[in-house]
């Protein structure tokens, strides 16, 4: 079975624009979850996604978006970059009733 | 919101030694989870507790879920080279949609 795939690894933006991070789930997945990763933090619960829709959401403004679609793949989007979004972003994919978060290499996001 | 205090920052051990580090919080969980996260990857999960007073293993791994509910411990027995990274606690409260909630990591740093 395929894991959690990212795409890109590597991303540099300028301070105001727009970026869109992608994530494949797990073969067999269906609930995908985002997290920021702050240099020497640890991840932060971005919003997770269930059937298409958000169904939690963590202390993030609404610049951060997010769309999941019916083959359960996944988008992040940030409007109006700010530089303190420089960070790792990680997509983690599970079963509606699992714990058993499998997370993705991530995206490193720049921000100057 | 929740908060983990896990101890210490880092650690700076010798080959074959036993390692201990743990994880504390002001709230009661349902759920402690264990991830090792390596340079360039996302975090992998380690063991995951599910019960008040659990002792749990995975090979050279032990974690035990604390009587309170407040707390977990890691310990890692005669420690290899590749058991170097960064070990995060995190809890899943069990709301359905919150996400998990990791603290700031312990780095294992290992000379040989």
């Known amino acids: 079975e395929t894991g959690v795939t990212q795409s890109p690894t590597h991303l540099i933006k300028t301070r105001g624009q727009q970026v869109t991070l992608r994530c494949s789930s797990q073969?067999?997945?269906?609930?995908v979850s985002w997290y920021q990763q702050a240099l020497g933090q640890g991840p932060q619960f971005i919003f997770q996604?269930?059937?298409?829709?958000?169904?939690g959401r963590g202390n993030f403004p609404p610049r951060f978006s997010g769309l999941q679609f019916p083959n359960y793949s996944s988008e992040l989007n940030v409007n109006a970059l700010e530089l303190d979004d420089s960070a790792l972003y990680l997509c983690?994919?599970?079963?509606?009733?699992?714990?058993?978060?499998?997370f993705g290499s991530g995206t490193r996001l720049t921000v100057v | 919101g929740q908060q983990l205090n896990q101890s210490p920052q880092s650690m700076f051990i010798q080959e074959g030694e036993d390692v201990s580090m743990n994880c504390t919080s002001s709230?009661?969980?349902?759920?402690w989870l264990w991830y090792k996260q390596e340079p360039g990857e996302g975090p992998v999960l380690l063991i995951a507790?599910?019960?008040?007073?659990e002792l749990t293993s995975n090979g050279r791994l032990t974690a035990q879920f604390g009587i309170t509910r407040k707390d977990s411990f890691l310990n890692i027995s005669a420690s290899i080279p590749s058991d170097v990274g960064i070990y995060f606690c995190?809890?899943?409260?069990?709301?359905?949609?919150?996400?998990?909630?990791f603290g700031k990591g312990t780095h294992l740093i290992i000379q040989p």
């Open positions: 507790l599910y019960k008040a007073g």
């Open positions: 995190a809890e899943y409260s069990g709301g359905g949609a919150d996400g998990l909630t």
């Open positions: 983690a994919s599970s079963t509606r009733q699992s714990y058993g978060y499998t």
């Open positions: 709230s009661i969980f349902n759920t």
């Open positions: 073969s067999g997945h269906n609930t």
């Open positions: 996604y269930y059937r298409e829709e958000e169904n």
